[in-house]
């Protein structure tokens, strides 16, 4: 056995250097048919030194950042129109005007209040950072959630209303909208995922583009009023409209103010994306808080333009939404301000490609911020921490592929209708805005700087005012879909929160492994070893050689009676064999193994002082074949006994394809041999001479074979490495939890702890190393230097290297022995 200071380094958390090392072995190994299929589809690997950041100029920052924001603008109009429109009849058109003033109020309280963010915090979250240092992580996790949907859900509307918008000038492929939006979030997420950058002067094209379009409308709009020939549109005579109303009569019913409270609810999806400059404020140029805060401004002004302006427009032009959801009432009011010529017809064509990028631009923000989002929470220990691996590209792969997947879910369930999917939008947005809000009030009320009474009353104003349109939003969008959104809060809400408790619960035990303070060593008076027996073969011997080497109080071998006659021939077998151990037959008549196994290693650990292990013979075959005609119920044993107080497991392969080739081999021999003899040629060497005849041949090679089982070499396991099984990982992407890693031991160490001692065994893989902490073992019969292990159990991180205490282990293949 060898010692080295790197084992120790892992006892006393100093952890060690060097793990990532490609080592000439792995060098050699050729990429596997999915890494090479990966690398053509979506290039060649990046490093982590090229994982750099590209700071923006405020010009560019506000093309970049603002899609989301801005291109709600497009939509927010419409939907309160439809609101309206089947109660308020043409007056809807009136009372238009009112509730975009109100709109513009939130959105000028919501602005004030993120001045404030950038300015405070500088690095990148945005509302969850606000609510996570002012509230505290645990009720961070309401805005986590209401963030998390919000991106989803943006994806869906933007790219919805987008493809609304190229139907709006080709009516042609509106019967295709479901399968277009589909379409663009696959493309969108394999560009992600070959690492596209938000931060590039293409992204920026669509925002000013569409500003500058809808601008000129808006002017081009306004001067055709002032000088007479802007005619509005006749409601009543168009098809595919939504119902017209009776009109305003009992406008102070309970109806109408119920309609009208839903159409203040569908504009305030106006609203949303504004927060995006709050999550990349460390993305500005120095300084970067100030630079974020004019970007922050500006976005804000531009969409209140915009706003303000198409819904004058449909005061004046009587633009009604369709059914359908094309054309859209932003491409009816084109081209009503454009006119037919030539010249109005390409402008109206502008509008329309101008309105589609910067939707399906504002759709691709999530994929950068959501990504983001995740590895926060995720790092915070309230998500999992898969989430926080970065992939081929260096970008988050899992978040991207699941945002894909839930938003086109999404799609598909609301049939890309933009109308649909706005009740599951706001209600995330405004959360966040209140946890903003409220947030940034909190903070100015505690610290009670310079000026800080009209700072938090600005941002106590905007938290309540943002808390009414949720409450809003929740009571008359909630037949209409609100009650998903308020359904997902009560479930992810405590199940992010019982996660945490899960992670807390894990590092609590493993920052009990130091060299200060180390956990009670075990000492145990009674040692008890149980073999469970399937069969009498090469394997079963194998595994008895193995518990004697453990020089337990006791060996036993167990059979867990399912079928009687079986039971009895392995009884005669194992009686003609005398093996030196007896073997016990339980009764099992529910053929619940995995129980029978539990109840037996209780009663047994009853005692206090005794400890039981349990070795179970595993016959390794190659890995489709073994899947096909042979179950995994020795694993289910295993993680079963392994939580068992006391108890440990230990599977013990035996290579089945590697002695069916040794066997097969010396068949093939034997019978060229016997060939070669009644040929006259000259005989073989003595070791390949066997009888003549193929039954007695195979009977004599399957003698010697099970006379090798009394040594050593043939119950050592195999030289051959066992292929590696579903669900392991690369040791350099553990960041924690339940994991199975295989790798080569490298270095080990004993350390003394009182009157025991802890074994630490560093195994390495061409990724990294992981270190495995056995308390009350100085030894492992097999494990030494060069042998090659799987581990199972929960992980966890110290100096910067993975640990794993007292894991379920499996010898794959030995090493030298010394």
């Known amino acids: 056995m060898v010692a080295m200071p790197k084992a120790a380094g892992a006892l006393d958390g100093s952890g060690g250097q060097g793990g990532g090392q490609l080592t000439k072995e792995h060098a050699r190994q050729p990429d596997s048919l999915w890494y090479t299929a990966k690398t053509h589809l979506l290039g060649p690997p990046l ?23 801005i291109s709600s603008s497009a939509y927010g109009t419409e939907e309160i129109l439809i609101a309206l429109l089947p109660i308020a009849g043409l007056a809807a058109f009136t009372l238009i005007l009112p509730l975009t003033l109100v709109i513009l109020l939130v959105m000028t309280l919501v602005v004030l209040s993120y001045r404030e963010v950038v300015m405070v915090y500088i690095r990148p979250g945005g509302s969850y950072v606000v609510a996570r240092e002012n509230f505290g992580p645990r009720i961070a996790q309401i805005c986590a959630v209401a963030l998390l949907i919000d991106y989803v859900v943006t994806v869906a509307v933007q790219i919805a209303a987008g493809t609304a918008a190229v139907a709006s000038a080709i009516p042609a492929i509106g019967p295709y909208k ?61 098809h595919g409209t939504y119902t017209i109303g009776p009109g305003t009569e009992g406008l102070v019913t309970g109806v109408m103010i119920f309609t009208l409270l839903r159409a203040f609810a569908n504009g305030g999806a106006s609203l949303t994306g504004i927060e995006a400059v709050s999550d990349a404020v460390g993305a500005f140029r120095p300084p970067e808080g100030r630079n974020a805060r004019k970007v922050l401004v500006a976005e804000g002004i531009i969409l209140g333009v915009l706003v303000a302006g198409i819904g004058w427009l449909a005061h004046i032009t009587h633009a009604t939404p369709r059914t359908a959801g094309y054309p859209t009432l932003l491409a009816q009011e084109a081209q009503i301000v454009f006119g037919p010529t030539v010249l109005g017809h390409t402008l109206f064509l502008l509008v329309q490609l101008a309105t589609m990028l910067i939707l399906y631009t504002g759709g691709n923000t999530s994929f950068n911020g959501f990504p983001f989002l995740t590895s926060y929470v995720a790092g915070d220990s309230f998500l999992p921490r898969w989430l926080l691996k970065r992939g081929h590209r260096l970008v988050f792969s899992n978040a991207i592929i699941l945002l894909a997947v839930t938003s086109v879910a999404l799609l598909v369930i609301k049939d890309a209708d933009v109308n649909s999917l706005v009740p599951l939008y706001a209600i995330g947005v405004f959360t966040a805005f209140t946890m903003a809000g409220f ?25 309540t005012l943002s808390a009414i349109v949720v409450a809003i939003f929740a009571i008359v969008k909630f037949t209409e879909g609100a009650w998903v959104v308020l359904v997902l809060f009560a479930i992810f809400v405590p199940a992010l929160i019982r996660l945490n408790a899960e992670y807390r619960a894990e590092t609590e035990v493993l920052e009990t492994v130091s060299g200060e303070q180390p956990p009670p060593p075990p000492h145990y008076t009674r040692r008890v070893v149980y073999v469970f027996v399937d069969d009498f073969d090469l394997a079963t011997l194998a595994a008895l050689r193995y518990a004697r080497s453990l020089r337990p109080t006791q060996v036993r071998a167990v059979h867990f009676v399912i079928d009687s006659l079986r039971a009895e021939k392995l009884r005669e077998k194992w009686t003609r064999a005398d093996r030196g151990v007896a073997l016990d037959f339980i009764d099992c008549p529910d053929r619940r193994l995995t129980k029978a196994a539990i109840d037996l290693a209780e009663r047994e650990v009853a005692d206090p002082g005794t400890h039981v292990t349990v070795i179970l013979p595993r016959r390794s075959y190659s890995p489709l074949l073994g899947r096909l005609l042979h179950d995994r119920t020795g694993d289910k044993i295993a993680a079963a006994v392994s939580r068992i107080p006391r108890s440990a497991a230990t599977i013990v392969p035996y290579d089945v394809p590697g002695r069916v080739a040794v066997l097969q081999a010396r068949q093939a021999a034997a019978k060229a041999a016997a060939a070669a003899a009644r040929a006259g040629k000259p005989a073989e060497p003595e070791e390949l001479r066997t009888d003549r005849g193929g039954r007695e041949g195979m009977a004599a090679t399957a003698q010697e074979l099970a006379r090798e089982s009394d040594v050593a070499a043939a119950h050592s396991l195999p030289r051959k490495r066992v292929a590696p099984t579903k669900g392991v990982v690369a040791i350099g992407t553990v960041s924690g939890g339940k994991v199975t890693v295989e790798g080569k031991v490298r270095v080990m160490e004993i350390r003394p702890v009182e ?7 560093e195994i390495n893989d061409s990724t990294g190393n992981l270190t495995a902490m056995f308390y009350g073992r100085s030894h492992i019969p097999g494990v030494i230097c060069g042998a090659r292990l799987r581990l199972t159990g929960s992980a966890g991180i110290r100096g910067g290297q993975p640990v794993m205490i007292n894991p379920a282990y499996e010898l794959l293949t030995p090493g030298e022995d010394s």
């Open 755 to 761: 009157r025991n001692s802890v074994l630490a065994v």
């Open 439 to 463: 947030g940034m009030a909190k903070y100015h009320h505690t610290r009670r700087e310079l000026g800080w009474r009209h700072k938090f009353w600005i941002n106590f104003a905007a938290g």
């Open 47 to 69: 490093v982590n030194e090229q994982l750099g950041e590209q700071r923006l100029s405020n010009p560019l920052g506000l093309g970049v950042l603002s899609p989301d924001g």
């Open 178 to 238: 479901v399968e277009i939006c589909v379409g663009v979030v696959l493309l969108m997420c394999y560009g992600n995922l070959r690492g596209i950058k938000e931060a590039g002067k293409a992204f920026a094209v669509p925002t000013y583009l569409f500003s500058g379009a809808v601008i000129l409308m808006i002017v081009v709009g306004l001067i055709r009023e002032v000088i007479g020939n802007l005619h509005p549109l006749d409601p009543t005579t168009l």
